[in-house]
């Protein structure tokens, strides 16, 4: 069945370095690809998306790439904030279907 | 203020019992869904609906029924609940079939002794 890998499972970094999480998909179908943000305690929240007719997204300090020939798509967060801690999900979706496959997370931690 | 809503929060139960957890959204979304998450295993589909008595199963439907007879509502029923149930559960929605941005619920603890 579809599937959707995501790696790291976790991640430090010191503030003020980027991070990068990268997320490989089964299913050449998909064509929308949402990250989500979860504080911990919280629900996921939408951070950033993107459809398969754009190659790269930005919106201030975080900026998602999609690879449709190597089908993955990559989230980079660039000068990262102690508020940045959070786990991470990125997911695939398919038009038509719209069904939600999702990775199993990472968990970033920002060091001050 | 526009929000998804999932009641109870907390519930503890035991194997065979029929639950159900009600969720409702107030925003007039079309599309909404049900998640659960397990450690290590991130979000996982069980259920969707792309609009009134329209349901698909996600990923893991197994041991899990819904209805849609109102657009708000989207409850989630487990007719004879297992261990292997146990989990937090999400319930979320979105403006229209087509992809949108998914708002989520608080979510539901569960736990099935």
């Known amino acids: 069945g579809e599937n959707v890998e995501q790696h790291p499972s976790t991640l430090s970094v010191q503030e003020g370095d980027s991070a990068v999480i990268k997320c490989t998909y089964s299913?050449?179908?998909?064509?929308?690809f949402p990250w989500y943000k979860q504080e911990l305690g919280k629900r996921p929240q939408l951070i950033i998306d993107?459809?398969?007719?754009?190659g790269e997204k930005k919106d201030q300090r975080i900026a998602v790439t999609l690879n449709k020939t190597a089908k993955h798509f990559s989230l980079h967060i660039t000068e990262t904030q102690p508020e940045d801690s959070a786990v991470y999900f990125c997911?695939?979706?398919?038009?038509?279907?719209?069904?939600?496959?999702f990775g199993t997370g990472t968990r970033l931690k920002v060091l001050a | 203020e526009a929000q998804v809503t999932q009641n109870p929060r907390y519930l503890i139960t035991v194997t065979g019992k029929k639950l159900t957890v009600t969720c409702s959204q107030n925003?007039?979304?079309?599309?909404m869904s049900w998640y659960r998450q397990d450690p290590g295993l991130g979000l996982r589909q069980i259920y969707y609906s792309m609009n009134v008595e329209v349901t698909d199963k996600g990923d893991v439907p197994e041991g899990y029924k819904v209805s849609r007879k109102e657009k708000r509502n989207f409850p989630l029923i487990l007719e004879s609940p297992s261990p292997n149930q146990t989990s937090l559960y999400f319930c979320a929605s979105s403006l229209s079939t087509g992809h949108y941005e998914q708002y989520f619920g608080p979510g539901t603890r569960l736990t099935v002794t």
């Open positions: 925003m007039n979304h079309e599309y």
């Open positions: 997911a695939a979706s398919t038009s038509g279907t719209y069904k939600y496959i």
């Open positions: 993107i459809r398969s007719n754009v």
């Open positions: 299913d050449s179908a998909s064509n929308y």
